[in-house]
């Protein structure tokens, strides 16, 4: 295919809440335009404030019921998004949203559809009715979610003894649902509706739209090579992508899928071509977690910054990774990046540069280095009076908790580091921002001790290290400006 590029997309979200997706997608790409619909009016009206705030004249954030939008009338998109959304409506708002993608996709459109799927999903059905059945009779939500957080508590000894393997599988479901965010507890073991579906039956249903079957957007499940040998060999033995991406469904119990799908008159062939990585832009966050051996063939692990590991063999793929965590988040031009690592893994220049593409084409399909369509540099230096974007300053002034990272990740901000956020507006030092978080510290700290708590104010030293600390992270994640030359 030839998607649009990015930077002058037209995009529509169905379901997109407080447009915490598009604001961020807006903001950073100012020559694309950005649909988003969603039937809540209030996270709709929180969006539209921030987008306001940010004077974002590239979006629009409609209130509508999916149920009664004329597809003719919404105009045609590149990109159509759909996340977590399809599994947790009706029936006949399912078909309405398949419609839509089936409609207004452009000719070369995509659109991406999250939803519940079959074999998986059904054993989760389980716990989800408990929920439903024993919280049945309270109507408000937040007393609803204080019911069955004190019920998973009750239920975390109940199974944990019991040898049979359903007991274990609900005792590792509880264990897990007594840390999940308050949001996805409710929205997908309370909703009414929770229906899953198995991926071929949902691929029959969007070829009657239409639309066609291009891939997966965790790519690196389409491969029977992740399975176990006995697996993939049995999936190899069948015919055609959907057949053998049911199956590996069934072999996984996968419970969920992110489906990228297209038109379905568009000719694919599934075949894949390493070498067009070379046209792309590289980034990634990965560092070592040991001393890199860049002279030997030699598995080592690199970690994400979530703690997740990557195992990678090849030296120019470690001196690629090294280059990449220091120009971070830049993103790289593919011939620029191959050089770099050639000359850092010196002596390595009779390694064989294939090596390198399938790791990183491997790397990218477990989502764990991004690919661009362009070399992009971003400031990511400190300056004397730090001034944050207004995308950073308007998300931390609306304590959402986190911040998007130019590379359209989340980064976590508990309120101390929000205050910071907003108070670097490129009027500060380090020390003045430093005794601004004092006072902010006192006045929170007099009515933690009003409350009952025990709060106390962190030494000064500390303090001035933690807010380095934090400005180099802002820095690293492109939330910071490059000071006005005079
Ligand atoms: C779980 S939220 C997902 C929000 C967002 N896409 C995300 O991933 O964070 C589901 C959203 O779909 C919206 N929604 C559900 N049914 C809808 C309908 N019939 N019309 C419009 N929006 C709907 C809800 O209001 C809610 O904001």
């Known amino acids: 295919m030839e998607p649009a590029l990015p930077a002058g997309a037209r995009v529509l ?10 604001i961020p997608m807006a903001w950073y790409l100012p020559g694309a335009s950005f649909l988003g619909i969603d039937k809540a009016l209030a996270p709709l009206a929180a969006g539209r404030a921030l987008a306001e705030r940010l004077a974002l004249s590239n979006l629009e954030l409609r209130q509508a019921d999916i149920a009664s939008l004329e597809p003719e009338a919404l105009g045609e998109f590149d990109y159509i998004l759909i996340h977590g959304v399809w599994s947790w409506v009706p029936f006949p708002a399912q078909e309405q949203l398949l419609r839509i993608c089936g409609a207004c996709l452009a000719p ?34 937040g007393v609803r979610l204080t019911a069955v957080r004190g019920l998973l508590e009750r239920l975390a000894s109940v199974w944990a003894s019991d040898d049979a393997p359903l007991a274990q599988y609900l005792s590792r479901e509880v264990a897990e649902l007594r840390h999940a965010h308050p949001g996805y507890l409710f929205h997908e073991y309370l909703g009414e509706v929770s229906a899953p579906i198995l991926f071929a039956d949902f691929m029959q249903r969007a070829s009657q739209h239409g639309l066609g079957y291009l891939a997966d957007a965790d790519l690196h499940t389409m491969f029977p090579s992740t399975l176990p040998e006995s697996a993939m060999v049995l999936v190899d033995s069948l015919e055609g ?34 070498s067009r990585l070379r046209e792309f832009a590289v980034s990634a966050l990965l560092t070592p977690v040991q001393r890199v051996d860049l002279t030997r063939v030699v598995a080592e692990d690199f970690a994400a910054p979530d703690g ?20 971070y988040p830049d993103a ?31 790397l990218y399909a477990h989502r764990a280095i991004h690919l661009v369509t362009a070399r992009e540099t971003v400031y990511h230096g ?87 600390h934090l400005m180099e992270l802002f820095a690293r994640h492109g939330l910071l400006e490059e000071p006005e030359k005079n």
């Open 13 to 22: 979200e169905l379901g997109c809440a407080g447009g915490g997706n598009l």
């Open 108 to 141: 070369q459109g995509i659109a991406y559809i999250s939803y519940n799927t079959l074999p998986g999903a059904a054993p989760r059905g389980m716990v989800r009715d408990l929920l439903r059945y024993h919280t049945r009779t309270i109507r408000d939500p």
């Open 241 to 274: 992508l959907i057949e053998q991406e049911q199956h590996m469904d069934f072999l996984r119990y996968r419970h969920s899928r992110k489906t990228l799908l297209c038109r379905a008159d568009i000719p694919l062939s599934h075949e894949l071509d390493l």
């Open 308 to 327: 997740v590991r990557f195992s990678v063999t090849h030296p120019l793929t470690k001196a690629a990774l090294l280059c990449l965590a220091e120009a």
């Open 332 to 362: 790289v031009a593919y011939p620029e990046l191959e050089e770099a690592a050639l000359q850092r893994a010196a002596g390595a220049r009779e390694w064989d540069v294939a090596g390198l593409i399938e790791e990183l084409f491997s």
């Open 382 to 468: 400190l300056s004397s009076h730090p001034r944050a974007h207004a995308l950073a300053r308007a998300q931390a002034g609306a304590y959402l908790g986190h911040l998007a990272t130019v590379r359209h990740t989340v980064l976590d901000v508990d309120p101390l580091a929000g205050q910071l956020v907003q108070l670097m507006d490129g009027t500060r030092n380090l020390d003045e921002l430093v005794a601004e978080l004092v006072v902010y510290l006192a006045h929170h700290t007099a009515r933690a001790v009003v409350k009952g708590g025990a709060a106390e104010l962190p030494p000064d030293g500390q303090l001035l290290a933690g807010c380095k």
